[in-house]
């Protein structure tokens, strides 16, 4: 399996839960979630919510094409 490699990240595929796109922004949503939370005295609170990075065509060109072509050669799948 290759990663993605983007320029400050790189990407396991497998963890891709899906991606959002439109014109000029890639929304990538992955499957695992970041739980925290804190426990006092037996009581306390837990929070989680879902890992998500963000590709903007006009801030990120370069990461934008390289989702573009991954996106374009696994179409078929």
């Given at each position: 399996?290759?990663?993605?490699?983007?320029?400050?990240?790189?990407i396991?595929?497998?963890t891709?839960?899906?991606?959002?796109?439109?014109?000029?922004?890639y929304?990538?949503?992955?499957?695992?979630?970041?739980?925290?939370?804190?426990?006092?005295?037996?009581?306390?609170?837990?929070?989680?919510?879902?890992?998500?990075?963000?590709?903007?065509?006009?801030?990120?060109?370069?990461?934008?094409?390289?989702?573009?072509?991954?996106?374009?050669?696994?179409?078929?799948?």
């Amino acid at each position: 399996m290759k990663f993605i490699r983007l320029n400050n990240i790189l990407i396991n595929p497998a963890t891709i839960r899906s991606i959002m796109f439109s014109d000029a922004k890639y929304i990538i949503h992955f499957a695992s979630e970041y739980v925290d939370g804190t426990v006092l005295f037996g009581s306390g609170g837990v929070s989680s919510y879902q890992r998500k990075y963000v590709i903007d065509k006009k801030e990120n060109p370069s990461d934008y094409r390289v989702m573009e072509c991954w996106i374009s050669k696994n179409e078929h799948f």
